[in-house]
């Protein structure tokens, strides 16, 4: 009785005062930042060591994103099915530090090929797909259900904190240690989220076995109709996969605009990318605190609305180079900063209306529908770019970024306080 009183108070604690999240946070944010050096070094690796043609690196950026649609809803219904996370969470860590370190070995071996790049994506990326929804089915066990929403915005300051030193850091690696080199520091950052995951100490609860009767069908329309037949959950899925369709049709163009267009230097470039991680780290700080004021699903709202214009700032920029760097960097502040505190809230919210046992499916799901339309995006941009040219093209991306308000305004959202409270049940509990 002593023990489950000690481990319900700690759950009920602030997360910063809960042992076990203060230890997945720390490998979270080393991960996190390990993974934004190699967002830099692994394209360097590719187009500076290597080489590689227009058409190899569009692969390879592509490599990152496919398996979210490739597995992303299998994944989901496999995590579920385990009686354990954990074990899956050390795995992928593991999986994706020994990809990671084949890059610097076949440099240093003189074997290193652009076709290898990809593969380490592919590797990657399927382990960050499994990873996912098993951190996301297993966050609710180390945190109490009031807190969810302030241990998501924490984990999302990591994000945004890593998106602002990342760069920097990895540019500095690059240069003094060589690409294939600074890879290793991500590798490591996998070792110690690892490290880290294996250390908790609260015994891991174990979910019921499920009926082996069961579809793998059946399951994913669970997921599915947990996602598409919530008006809220729906209008979070659709309102991000939205904005991710022409945020990367502009993320396609905007290096190319920035250095050919307005001649903007590399460092004005990496710099301007800093500035949007300066304001998403901001927005994961403050989207406790704001939806704490207005409500969860009037946040997540208004964030749709400061985000679907942010998109503007690039193609309305002009004049004295001051000039244009202010307009770009306030549009990054602006926009990072609602992007964050829509995703931080978002996932605080699904967190807490949907049942343990659909988390993972939830989450798979969900990517599926946000993150598959990522290299769709890519491709667009690069063909309106071609055929209309860089600037109308961005255009286009931010007039039909407008259209991802309409998903929030249009639900429950905007009307509700508190938009879900009742976790969605699997339909053997209902039954």
């Not at 023990?3 to 997360?15: D, K, L, N, V």
């Not at 994706?96 to 084949?102: D, E, K, N």
């Not at 180390?142 to 890593?162: E, I």
């Not at 267009?261 to 990496?270: D, F, K, N, R, W």
Request: include cysteine; charge should be positive.
């Amino acid at each position: 009785m002593t023990t489950m009183s000690t481990e319900q108070t700690e759950r009920e604690a602030a997360p910063t005062r809960v042992g076990d999240f203060r230890r997945l946070w720390l490998g979270y944010s080393v991960s996190a930042l390990g993974s934004e050096i190699t967002v830099l070094a692994l394209p360097i690796t590719a187009a500076v060591l290597l080489g590689a043609s227009a058409l190899q690196m569009g692969v390879l950026t592509a490599a990152a994103t496919v398996p979210n649609l490739a597995i992303g809803l299998l994944a989901g219904v496999w995590v579920d099915r385990l009686p354990r996370r954990r074990p899956l969470l050390v795995a992928t860590d593991l999986a994706s530090a020994a990809a990671l370190l084949s890059i610097p070995l076949a440099w240093w071996l003189g074997r290193l090929t652009v076709t290898q790049l990809v593969v380490v994506e592919l590797a990657v990326g399927c382990a960050r797909v499994l990873f996912r929804p098993a951190y996301q089915s297993h966050l609710p066990q180390v945190v109490d259900r009031d807190h969810l929403t302030r241990a998501s915005g924490q984990l999302r300051s990591s994000d945004s904190a890593a998106m602002l030193v990342g760069p920097g850091l990895g540019g500095l690696l690059v240069q003094a240690v060589s690409a294939p080199v600074a890879i290793v520091l991500d590798a490591a950052s996998f070792l110690v989220s690892a490290t880290c995951i294996r250390s908790l100490r609260r015994p891991e609860r174990t979910t019921p076995a499920r009926s082996e009767s069961r579809s793998l069908r059946g399951e994913l329309g669970e997921g599915l109709a947990a996602v598409l037949r919530n008006p809220a959950l729906r209008a979070i899925a659709g309102s991000a996969a939205n904005l991710n369709l022409f945020g990367m049709l502009t993320m396609a163009l905007f290096v190319a605009y920035a250095t050919r267009t307005l001649g903007m230097s590399a460092g004005m470039v990496g710099a301007i990318v800093m500035t949007g991680g300066a304001g998403a780290l901001t927005g994961a700080l403050a989207a406790p605190r704001i939806a704490a004021r207005i409500g969860e699903g009037r946040a997540i709202a208004a964030a749709t609305v400061v985000f679907s214009f942010a998109l503007f700032a690039l193609p309305l920029a002009s004049g004295p180079r001051w000039l244009e760097l202010v307009v770009i960097g306030a549009g990054e502040v602006v926009g990072g900063f609602a992007v964050m505190v829509f995703d931080v809230t978002a996932a605080g919210l699904t967190l807490k209306a949907v049942a343990p046992e659909l988390l993972g499916r939830v989450s798979s799901c969900s990517a599926f529908i946000t993150q598959g339309v990522k290299p769709l995006g890519a491709l667009a941009g690069g063909v309106l770019g071609t055929a209309l040219g860089l600037h109308a093209a961005l255009w286009i991306a931010a007039a039909g970024a407008t259209t991802t308000m309409l998903w929030t305004f249009l639900s429950p959202l905007r009307h509700r306080d508190q938009a879900v409270q009742t976790p969605t049940a699997t339909n053997e509990q209902a039954a």
